[in-house]
């Protein structure tokens, strides 16, 4: 995200295409929910890798809403578009990986990244849940990625 100067606005290299004026409420509200989801401390007795679910969960948010709104809705124009992915409105490769087979729901990529993992396998949020023991969703529990705390973002979910 480019950095917000103090008069809150944006401080560009070349000025926003036409059509930005339209989205920029919606971009202004995802830029706040990130400054707070920075500031937020952890509760006493939870893990230290929770602490950027929040920021991983809204930075997903934000690349899905710029990504619907060209390739599925088609409310905005390639040059607004590449605009936005050139000032890191968005995360480019996360809308590359959705755009491909299998990952149309992709929630972070370090969940595709086998290197993070002990066993050189992708996440378990990545596993069908019609695939997981079902003992473990008979007693409740939920089973959570690490990286970005999804419950499960295979595209047959």
């Known amino acids: 995200m480019p950095k917000v100067s103090r008069n809150h606005r944006y401080k560009f290299k070349k000025e926003p295409p036409e059509g930005f004026s339209k989205i920029e409420h919606a971009l202004n509200s ?3 929910k990130m400054k707070e989801a920075e500031k937020q401390t952890l509760e006493v007795n939870r893990p230290k890798y929770e602490s950027t679910w929040k920021i991983t969960m809204l930075n997903h948010q934000r690349s899905r809403y710029i990504f619907d709104l060209y390739y599925k809705r088609k409310l905005i124009s390639r040059k607004l578009y590449d605009w936005l992915i050139a000032n890191k409105f968005a995360d480019k490769e996360l809308i590359a990986k959705w755009k491909k087979n299998g990952y149309e729901k992709l929630c972070c990529l370090q969940c595709i990244q ?3 993992t002990n066993q050189q396998t992708t996440c378990i949020c990545r596993v069908p849940k019609a695939s997981m023991n079902g003992s473990d ?5 939920h089973i959570r990625c690490k990286n970005c705390g999804c419950r499960g973002c295979a595209s047959t979910d």
Do not use: D, I, L, T
Request: net charge negative.
């Open 137 to 141: 969703n008979e007693q409740g529990k």
């Open 30 to 32: 995802f830029s706040e």
């Open 114 to 116: 086998v290197g993070n």
